[in-house]
């Protein structure tokens, strides 16, 4: 069973700057299945990435600020230039096969 | 447009049953796997199992296994999660999620239904 740790647990940002999240695993996901989601105040999750052997890949609807990297036990979320929507909560998930286990989270907020 | 639409918001008492609902609209329902999400006040996503409409296959997050139900009617392309005995413990809000494929990615959420057990 792969653990997944997020750091950091919180980042302190202003609109307009670069935002990287981190995800890592206990050991190596197979075919770098991890997907990232978004979580705003109230709202239900939504999908904004997922990986895969070529590549991440962005959900439909998701602007290209949005980016994911990494491979083997590392993977990393970026966000561009962050815009005031983007002030969430981020998980990163591996997929592929069970259990489909999410990690703690990232809270990135307002400085 | 692919949708997710829930049941309500439940208040239950500690012992009760309860059982709610995830309608998928949008797309074939029969053809993509259906799972629920745990989130605790406060806490983070927890994966509970995952299942098949077309023929009911079900597999469940070792955690979970023997504390919740998950079934689907096809027929009228909704999905259910079901508790024979709440616990306070199980005061959450509770997600519907649509997979990509099978132990896939959560591409489609429902809105949530939150359910509180409490005496």
Known sequence: EIALTQSPGTLSLSPGERATLS?????????NFIAWYQQTPGQAPRLLLYGGSSGATRATGIPDRFSGGG?????????S????????????????????????GTKVEIK | EVQLVQSGGEVKKPGESLQISCKGSGYIFISYWIGWVRQMPGRGLEWMGIIFPDDSDTRYNPSYEGQVTMSVD???????????S????DTAIYYCVKLAY??????FWGQGALVTVSS
């Open chain 2, 102 to 107: 099978r132990w896939g990615p959560f591409d």
């Open chain 1, 81 to 104: 230039r962050l815009e005031p929507e983007d002030f969430a909560v981020y998980y990163c998930q591996v997929f592929g096969s069970s259990p489909l286990t999410f990690g703690g």
């Open chain 2, 74 to 84: 096809k027929s009228i392309s909704t999905a259910y999660l079901q508790w024979s």
């Open chain 1, 71 to 79: 491979s083997g036990t590392y993977f990393t979320l970026t966000i």
């Open chain 2, 86 to 89: 709440l616990k306070a413990s």
């Open chain 1, 23 to 31: 995800c890592r695993a206990s050991q190596t996901v197979r075919n």
